[in-house]
C-alpha cells in the first residue's frame, strides 16, 4: 500500500514541477526536519547534563560521576534491544555502506532512534559525541523522503548528504561546514549539481536553529596570530598528525566492543562503571566536554581543578601540564569505552576535545618557559582543527568549521598549515580515514567503487546466451571441428541436466594444438573448473569485484543450480559506461 501510494505521489508531482525544482524543495524540506532533530538532540542532550552536574554538585567528590554513565548506556543498550529490535543503525561508517550497496536507502526507524538513544549515553555522561548521530539521523530524513518520492539512487544520496548537512550546520551554526562535511566524507566528490541542494538544506538547518536553539555548542575567543608564533603552530600540526594516528587506531580498536565474551547488559553496565571510574579522575571527559571546552577557551584553567581529586596538587603548573597531556590521550579511551560497551555516540566530539587539550598543551608549555607568550586560545582552537583534518581526512571540513566557529577568518592561515600538515601525516599510516578504513578491510566496500551505479544494471542484461554448450564425452578431435565454426573465446562442459562441469578457455586449447593428441583423449582432458560461478541473485557489484580479484575475463553464471550462460568483464564496463552517461544526464539539474 505504501508503495502504491509513493508511486502515485511521485506522479503527481512530475505533473506539477520539474525534476530540478523538486529536488530543490526536497531539500529544503529535509534543511528544515534535520535543523529540528538537531535542535531536539542538543537540547535534550544538555538539559540532562546541566541535570547531571547539579545532581553531582550535591554529592561529596562528585561520587555520582561513577554510576551515571552506566545507567545511561544501559538504558540506550535497553531501547535498541527491546524496543528497537536491533535495527538502529549506528556510526557514519553505515551510512557509507547504504549509499554504497544499498542504493542510499536507510530505515526510517534511525529517524528518531539516535535521537533517544544518544540523549541518553551522552545526557547521563557518556564521554562521545552528538555529531554522529544527528548526522545519522539527518541521513535517515533525506532518504526517507526520497524513498516517499520513488527519486533515483543519485537523487536520494544527494537528500541523504542534504540531511547530513542541515544536522551538522544546525549543531554547530556553521552552514559551509555542514556541506563541506558531506562532500568530503559522504560523497567523496564536490560538483555543483550536489553542492546547491546540500547548501540549501545547510543554511535551512540553521536558520531552523537559530531560531528555536541560539546557544551555541561553545564560542571561540581568538585574536589574530603572529608570525613568531609560526614555528610552534607547525609543531602543533606535527603533533596533531600523530594524535590523529593514536585516535584512530585506539577508537577503531576499543568500538569494536569491550567485555565481547560477556552478554550486552553486562557489558553495559561493566563499561559504564569503567568510564565512571575515569570520569572520576578527569571529570572534564564527562559527557561531550565543550563546558570544560569554553572554560578553557575563556582562559579559565581553574575549572579543570573544581571537580578534580587532585585540586590541590593542580597548582603546580607542570603538574597542571601532565593533566592536561592525560586529557588529551583519555579522551579517546573514554569515547571508545563508550560506544564499545554498547553506548549512542561519535569520535567527532571528542576528536575536536582532544584536539583542543593538545593545543592548550602546546601554548601552556611554551609558556611556562618564558620564551614567548603564545595566545591560548588560538592555539586552542587550530589543534582542534589539527585534529579532525587528520582523523576525518577532511581538511575542508575542519578549517571552515573552526573558522566559522570563531566568526572570522583571522586563523585561517594557521589553521590551513596546521590542518595540511595533520592530513599528511596521518595519510602517511592510514591510507583512509576510520570510517573507510573499517569498511575497506572489513567490508570489501572501496570508496573508488561506485556500487550505486553499478547495482543499477541488471545483471540479466549483460549475459551471454549464445554459447556453445557440449559434454566432457566428447572426442577432443570433434570438439576442434565445432572450434573451427566458433568464434567463442569459453566453452561450457555441461551434463544431461544443464549443471556446469567445467569450461574450456581459449588459452587451455592454445597449448593443446601442437601436443600429439590421442584417440582416446576427451574434452574431460582439457576442461577446467571455474575459478568461480555467479549467482543469478547476485549484485553486480558482486560481479565486479570477483572480476578484479580473479583477473579472468568470462565468468559462467548460475541459476537454480543450472548454468545460463557466460558474464564478460567487456560488457558490463561497457554498460557501465553507460549508466554514468545516463546518470550525468540525470544530474545536471540545470540542463533539465
Not at 37 to 55: C, G, P, Q, T, Y
Not at 232 to 237: A, D, K, P, Q, S
Not at 251 to 267: D, T
Request: net charge neutral; charged share 15%.
Amino acid at each position: 500500500m505504501l508503495k502504491s501510494l509513493s508511486y502515485k505521489i511521485a506522479r503527481w508531482r512530475l505533473k506539477i514541477n520539474s525534476q530540478r525544482n523538486f529536488l530543490i524543495y526536497c531539500s529544503v524540506f529535509v534543511g528544515f526536519f534535520g535543523g529540528l532533530a538537531a535542535v531536539a538532540l542538543k537540547f535534550l542532550v544538555h538539559f540532562m547534563e546541566d541535570v547531571s552536574r547539579n545532581i553531582s554538585s550535591h554529592l561529596p567528590f562528585h561520587i555520582i560521576y561513577v554510576f551515571l554513565p552506566a545507567l545511561g548506556i544501559f538504558l540506550t543498550v535497553a531501547w535498541q534491544h527491546l524496543i528497537n529490535r536491533d535495527r538502529i543503525q549506528k556510526g557514519i561508517g553505515n551510512i557509507l555502506v547504504n549509499i554504497k550497496k544499498n542504493r542510499s536507502n536507510i530505515r526510517s526507524n534511525n529517524i528518531y532512534s539516535h535521537l533517544v538513544t544518544s540523549s541518553l549515553t551522552i545526557g547521563f555522561g557518556g564521554s562521545a559525541g552528538l555529531e554522529a548521530p544527528i548526522v545519522c539521523t539527518g541521513a535517515a530524513i533525506g532518504s526517507g523522503v526520497g524513498k516517499i518520492f520513488n527519486l533515483s539512487p543519485y537523487e536520494k544520496t544527494v537528500l541523504l548528504a542534504a540531511g547530513a548537512s542541515a544536522g551538522i550546520a544546525a549543531v554547530f551554526n556553521s552552514p559551509i561546514a555542514g556541506v563541506l562535511f558531506s562532500l568530503e566524507i559522504l560523497i567523496g566528490e564536490i560538483t555543483i549539481p550536489t553542492f546547491i541542494p546540500l547548501l540549501i538544506a545547510s543554511a535551512t538547518g540553521v536558520v531552523v536553529s537559530k531560531i528555536l536553539y541560539s546557544g551555541q555548542l561553545f564560542h571561540l575567543v581568538t585574536e589574530g596570530w603572529v608570525v613568531s608564533a609560526l614555528p610552534f603552530y607547525l609543531v602543533l600540526g606535527v603533533l596533531s598528525g600523530y594524535i590523529a594516528v593514536y585516535i584512530a587506531k585506539v577508537a577503531g580498536s576499543l568500538e569494536k566492543g569491550i567485555l565481547i565474551k560477556q552478554n550486552r547488559y553486562v557489558r553495559a553496565l561493566g563499561g559504564g562503571l569503567m568510564l565512571g571510574l575515569i570520569i572520576m579522575i578527569f571529570p572534564a571527559l564527562f559527557g561531550e566536554g565543550y563546558h570544560y571546552l569554553q572554560e578553557i577557551l575563556n582562559g579559565n584553567l581553574e575549572a579543570l581543578k573544581d571537580e578534580s581529586l587532585f585540586n590541590g596538587w593542580l597548582a603546580n603548573p607542570w603538574i597542571m601540564l601532565l593533566f592536561i597531556g592525560a586529557l588529551v590521550l583519555m579522551k579517546i579511551v573514554a569515547a571508545g569505552i563508550t560506544i564499545g560497551a554498547g553506548g549512542n555516540g561519535g569520535t567527532f566530539a571528542p576528536t575536536m576535545f582532544t584536539g583542543a587539550f593538545l593545543g592548550l598543551f602546546v601554548a601552556f608549555a611554551v609558556n611556562q618557559t618564558g620564551l614567548i607568550h603564545l595566545n591560548t586560545s588560538n592555539f586552542i582552537a587550530v589543534g582542534m582543527a589539527g585534529a579532525l583534518s587528520g582523523v576525518l581526512h577532511a581538511p575542508l571540513t575542519a578549517i571552515f568549521l573552526i573558522a566559522e566557529i570563531t566568526g572570522g577568518y583571522v586563523l585561517f592561515i594557521p589553521l590551513m598549515l596546521v590542518s595540511a600538515i595533520s592530513y599528511m601525516i596521518s595519510r602517511l599510516y592510514n591510507k583512509h580515514n576510520m570510517y573507510w578504513h573499517d569498511l575497506i578491510h572489513e567490508k570489501n566496500i572501496n570508496p573508488g567503487r561506485d556500487y550505486g551505479m553499478l547495482n543499477a544494471i541488471s545483471l540479466d542484461s549483460i549475459i551471454n546466451r549464445d554459447y556453445t554448450a557440449i559434454n566432457k564425452q566428447m572426442p577432443v578431435t570433434d570438439f576442434y571441428k565445432t572450434l573451427a565454426s566458433s568464434s567463442a573465446n569459453i566453452f561450457a562442459v555441461l551434463n544431461k541436466t544443464g549443471e556446469l562441469e567445467g569450461v574450456i578457455w581459449m588459452d587451455e586449447i592454445r597449448r593443446h594444438l601442437f601436443t600429439a593428441i590421442e584417440e582416446r583423449n576427451t574434452v574431460a582432458d582439457i576442461m577446467v573448473t571455474p575459478p568461480a560461478m555467479i549467482d543469478y541473485a547476485e549484485p553486480v557489484s558482486n560481479v565486479m569485484d570477483l572480476f578484479d580479484g580473479l583477473d579472468v575475463w568470462q565468468l559462467p553464471v548460475i541459476k537454480d543450480g543450472l548454468f545460463v550462460g557466460f558474464v564478460s568483464k567487456s560488457t558490463l564496463l561497457s554498460k557501465y559506461r553507460e549508466v554514468i552517461i545516463q546518470q550525468h544526464n540525470e544530474t545536471d539539474l540545470f540542463a533539465r
